[in-house]
């Protein structure tokens, strides 16, 4: 499946890149910790995805890029989690998002076949018209009956409550935390199938307020050009119209650790280097990171990520 891969970007010109696996520098997000280590000056941090070394790259002008690499987030341990694991990202410079997902949708398929045909398997029914590109409101009403960007939060509180989603005791919750609480239990779930059968879906126009680092429409409703593959309910990867102005990273960064401070007072340095190549000018770029050991289960028909790692966590 590796050799499909490579051979799939060397058909389209992407050039494979190494970057660093341990640096002083870490992308900020709210919902991700990375693994810290202690050096004689300062802490280091085990990368969780290969982005801002190779939007460095991007910058340098390597052109479009790919990587397969390691990649490292604490405390993730599940059936389809691993604190050490796989990541397949890729840079695609002057392309938009909706091009990423059609060649999204072509290196999945061409990866699964490989991988079926190597392991004598049949390969997946997906059928030859394109895999669905459903709207994040869309996707609300479908499933729940909600006009998610005029909901109030009242609303979308009462909607959790019927479910039966679990909600902590305390405050309020802030809005994007019951979204995406709702879109965790009642919505994701049922993505990527239809009749019980597998059915690949892409969701896209996440609220602006969840755009991470994807660029967001000017227009109202307000839409991050994020997307995200699902098949029968389990995430393959997110691709973002990539954000290319360092002042809002900036911004951005700094909202994610107030996120990280509210509720634990934890904070992140950033990724200074990568703040100052995007000063110097970060093309205009989409890219997509996808979690490739979920790919080998998808091929190989399986439940757990441990059965696709030789050493899953519980066995190093």
Wanted: charged share 25%.
């Amino acid at each position: 499946m590796l050799s499909a891969v490579r051979a799939f970007f060397g058909q389209r010109g992407y050039l494979e890149v190494e970057t660093p696996c341990l640096s002083r520098d870490v992308v900020v997000d709210a919902w991700l910790e990375p693994m810290r280590l202690r050096q004689s000056d300062g802490d280091w941090y085990l990368q969780t995805s290969p982005e801002a070394f190779m939007k460095r790259l991007l910058a340098s002008g390597t052109g479009s890029i790919f990587q397969v690499s390691r990649v490292f987030r604490s405390g993730e341990f599940g059936a389809r989690h691993n604190p050490e694991f796989t990541m397949l990202e890729w840079y695609g410079v002057g392309t938009g998002w909706l091009e990423q997902v059609r060649l999204t949708e072509q290196l999945v398929r061409a990866v699964v076949q490989a991988g079926c045909a190597d392991l004598g398997r049949a390969e997946p029914e997906w059928g030859a018209a394109g895999f669905a590109v459903t709207a994040y409101a869309d996707a609300f009403a479908r499933e729940l009956g909600l006009s998610v960007f005029s909901a109030t939060d009242e609303e979308l509180l009462r909607a959790a409550r019927e479910r039966g989603v679990p909600i902590p005791d305390g405050p309020m919750m802030a809005r994007d935390e019951l979204l995406n609480l709702l879109l965790g239990f009642c919505i994701e779930p049922r993505l990527g199938q239809r009749g019980g059968a597998e059915s690949p879906e892409f969701l896209c126009d996440y609220p602006a307020t969840q755009a991470a680092l994807a660029v967001t429409t000017t227009t109202e409703p307000r839409v991050a050009r994020r997307f995200e593959l699902y098949i029968r309910g389990v995430e393959l990867c997110n691709g973002y119209e990539e954000l290319t102005d360092a002042a809002e990273l900036r911004r951005r960064d700094g909202e994610q650790n107030q996120k990280r401070a509210a509720v634990d007072g934890s904070v992140l340095p950033g990724a200074s280097h990568l703040l100052r190549a995007m000063e110097f000018g970060l093309p205009a770029c989409s890219g997509v990171a996808l979690g490739f050991d979920r790919l080998v289960m998808i091929a190989a028909g399986a439940q757990q990520i441990a059965e696709v790692l030789p050493f899953p966590a519980d066995r190093c």
